[in-house]
């Protein structure tokens, strides 16, 4: 039998259904808040946040870390270079030299930092400096472990021994007599001599002795010994020497210097001394092995040194049995 009126609730209860789930669906297109809506908050106990902490706790650590590290190594007395080693030194004073580097960086940088520690050693410092107080051509300095620093050095020729057959002196670059040393010795002339005996009044044979020439010869392994490792001047002319007074010329002066330096450091030839007869700028090398070098000391050394080291290698001459070789006429050398 038909019920209108339940009909009538069956209707109801669909339209509602419907209405409800097309209520639901247009709420996921806005968002309703309420007197009590706020963002999201970080659950403190995340994964993510952990991570955060842990690497700000860790970066922190680092840095700190590093800094007492830092400080250690500038502050701490183990790492202040307390030791030089310094090579080279053949006429400057081992004590002095070394004394004069630990000066040097005895100080504070930025009126906190020790000049001294290792980390903060400034070598072109200490080159620039020991340049300026001491005669050098040349310096390296290097940091080396157990703060111990290591110089080697090339020092700089500015003094000559001057001999003039009876006293020897210091010569300085310009060729002045800047202290007299002391007197030549009787061992150091080779005397040709003519023994001649004759009778006198009495009958009495006597013996007469004659020099027939004195040639002076230095002792240079004595003289370097004595006086240090300087270029030797033998001069024939017997000036008598002063202090203050000039003997030879600065060209002159120079010319030995640069022999000196060249021989010694760029050949296995020996300088023994130098000897002149006159200021012109001529004069001889007698070298160690006794043979002599004829040069002009007072121009184109470097030239005429070119000519000797190419003359050693094209002609492969027998150093020991030379005589002289002549390099005064540059683009003809002669030698015996």
């Given at each position: 039998?038909?019920n ?6 069956k ?11 097309l ?9 309703l ?6 963002a999201?908050?970080q659950?403190?106990?995340?994964v993510g946040?952990?991570t ?5 706790l ?8 590093f800094?007492?590290?830092l ?9 202040y ?5 310094a090579t ?6 081992q004590?002095e030299?070394?004394?004069?580097i630990l ?6 940088k930025l009126f ?6 290792y ?8 080159k ?7 005669p050098i051509e040349?310096?390296t ?7 111990t ?13 001057y ?9 300085d670059?310009g060729?002045?007599i ?6 030549v010795g ?6 040709k001599?003519?023994?001649?005996t004759?009778?006198n ?8 002795i004659?020099?027939?020439?004195a ?8 003289i ?13 002319r ?5 202090l203050n007074?000039?003997?030879?010329s600065?060209e ?7 022999w ?7 050949t296995?030839?020996s300088f ?5 007869e ?5 004069g001889?090398?007698?070298?160690g092995a006794?043979?002599?070098l004829?040069?002009?000391l ?8 070119v ?8 002609e492969?001459?027998n150093l020991?049995?030379l005589?002289?070789?002549?390099l005064?006429?540059l683009?003809k050398v002669?030698w015996?």
């Amino acid at each position: 039998m038909f019920n209108r009126h339940r009909l009538k609730r069956k209707w109801g209860r669909g339209i509602e259904k419907v209405s409800n789930f097309l209520a639901q669906t247009k709420s996921h297109d806005r968002v309703l808040k309420d007197f009590a809506w706020h963002a999201i908050k970080q659950n403190p106990l995340s994964v993510g946040h952990q991570t955060k902490k842990r690497f700000k706790l860790l970066f922190t650590i680092l840095i700190v870390s590093f800094l007492a590290v830092l400080m250690v190594g500038i502050y701490h007395p183990f790492f202040y270079v307390n030791k030089v080693v310094a090579t080279g030194l053949q006429r400057i004073s081992q004590k002095e030299f070394e004394e004069a580097i630990l000066g040097i960086m005895d100080y504070r940088k930025l009126f906190f930092l020790p000049g001294n520690s290792y980390f903060l050693v400034d070598v072109e410092e200490i080159k620039n400096i020991l340049k300026e107080r001491f005669p050098i051509e040349s310096v390296t300095v290097k940091k080396g472990f157990s703060a111990t620093l290591s110089v080697q050095i090339e020092e700089k020729i500015s003094t000559l021994i001057y001999d003039n057959g009876k006293e020897y002196g210091y010569l300085d670059g310009g060729g002045n007599i800047v202290e007299i040393i002391r007197q030549v010795g009787e061992d150091e002339w080779i005397k040709k001599t003519l023994t001649t005996t004759s009778t006198n009044e009495k009958g009495e044979v006597v013996e007469e002795i004659k020099i027939l020439e004195a040639i002076h010869t230095p002792n240079t392994r004595q003289i370097v010994e004595e006086m240090g490792d300087y270029p030797i001047l033998f001069d024939k002319r017997s000036q008598t020497i002063a202090l203050n007074t000039s003997v030879i010329s600065k060209e002159m002066a120079a010319g030995i210097i640069d022999w000196f330096n060249l021989l010694n450091k760029k050949t296995d030839i020996s300088f023994g001394h130098a000897v002149i007869e006159d200021g012109r700028g001529e004069g001889e090398i007698i070298t160690g092995a006794g043979w002599r070098l004829k040069v002009k000391l007072t121009e184109n050394v470097d030239l005429q040194f070119v000519e000797l080291q190419h003359l050693l290698v094209k002609e492969k001459i027998n150093l020991n049995s030379l005589n002289y070789i002549d390099l005064r006429y540059l683009g003809k050398v002669y030698w015996q």
